[in-house]
Nanobody, 122 residues
Framework: QVQLVESGGGLVQAGGSLRLSCAAS????????MGWFRQAPGKEREFVAA????????YYADSVKGRFTIFRDVALNLVYLQMNSLKPEDTAVYYCAGNPIGNYDSGKYAYWGQGTQVTVSS
């Protein structure tokens, strides 16, 4: 059974940092693009960041560019999202996703985690 499990969410003050982790099991994602998405209350899920299978290419939503960094450990089947200078508008449930069907920012991925809550207080 393929699983993506996120961790590292929590409550942080504005300006603070969090690091999210995504652990994959049941299948190797060493040849897949991995992505992070988020969904705030009352809003649609949106793309945050993605990383190529080698880690050599990264992609970010304009809203997080310069503040968030996605990276991965291919050997350990782990993907991370380092979030700095957090803002209240970053509050959302963050989801890890693997193996996109189409473009990396399309939201169409074969595998999804259950999400981890990030709350940024002002």
């Amino acid at each position: 059974q393929v699983q993506l499990v996120e961790s590292g969410g929590g409550l942080v003050q504005a300006g603070g940092s969090l690091r999210l982790s995504c652990a994959a099991s049941g299948r190797t994602f060493s040849r897949d693009v991995m992505g992070w998405f988020r969904q705030a209350p009352g809003k649609e899920r949106e793309f945050v960041a993605a990383i190529s299978w080698s880690g050599g290419s990264t992609y970010y939503a304009d809203s997080v560019k310069g503040r968030f960094t996605i990276f991965r450990d291919v050997a350990l089947n782990l993907v991370y999202l380092q979030m700095n200078s957090l803002k209240p508008e970053d509050t959302a449930v963050y989801y890890c996703a693997g193996n996109p069907i189409g473009n990396y920012d399309s939201g169409k991925y074969a595998y999804w985690g259950q999400g981890t809550q990030v709350t940024v207080s002002s």
